[in-house]
């Protein structure tokens, strides 16, 4: 009895959780227009589906490979995976930029610091900090 109760809880703390996320991710998309606004900085009205079609493909994709933990076996694994990371890293970039561009963090963010005059270090600071992050995470964490 406690087994099926535990395994119902485990349920129903997994669903939710997921809604929780779906739904974050649907406002994201939907309150800031952010598609969109990426398909208008690409110059790219025409293909603007490919964008939804492409986060929708991505996020079922990446949600199976990691329900039913694929792994990917390839030969000489280093040179594929570093390019799946590039566009990851592209992908996410972009996001965060059309998000921070909507929200306009930065220029807020600067007024209020009073460091207008240093708004470009602060973009590479931020960028920097991205990468080093991430290749700390990849390289020293993860491993």
Request: contains cysteine; neutral net charge; proline residues 3%.
């Amino acid at each position: 009895m406690v087994d099926i109760l535990l395994t119902f809880f485990v349920a129903l703390l997994g669903l939710s959780g997921g809604v929780a996320v779906g739904s974050g991710m649907v406002a994201l998309l939907v309150v800031f227009d952010l598609i969109p606004r990426l398909a208008q900085l690409a110059c790219a009205y025409r293909n603007s589906i490919w964008f939804e079609t492409a986060l929708v493909a991505g996020s079922v994709y990446w949600s199976m490979a990691d329900f039913l933990d694929w792994k990917l076996f390839v030969p000489l694994h280093q040179i594929p995976m570093a390019g799946m990371g590039v566009l990851d890293g592209i992908f996410i970039g972009m996001l965060a930029a059309a998000l921070t561009e909507v929200m306009n963090v930065l220029p807020i963010l600067a007024k209020r610091l009073k460091i207008g005059g240093f708004i470009h270090a602060l973009v590479m600071a931020m960028v920097l900090g991205k990468v080093l992050g991430s290749l700390f995470d990849w390289l020293v964490y993860q491993w």
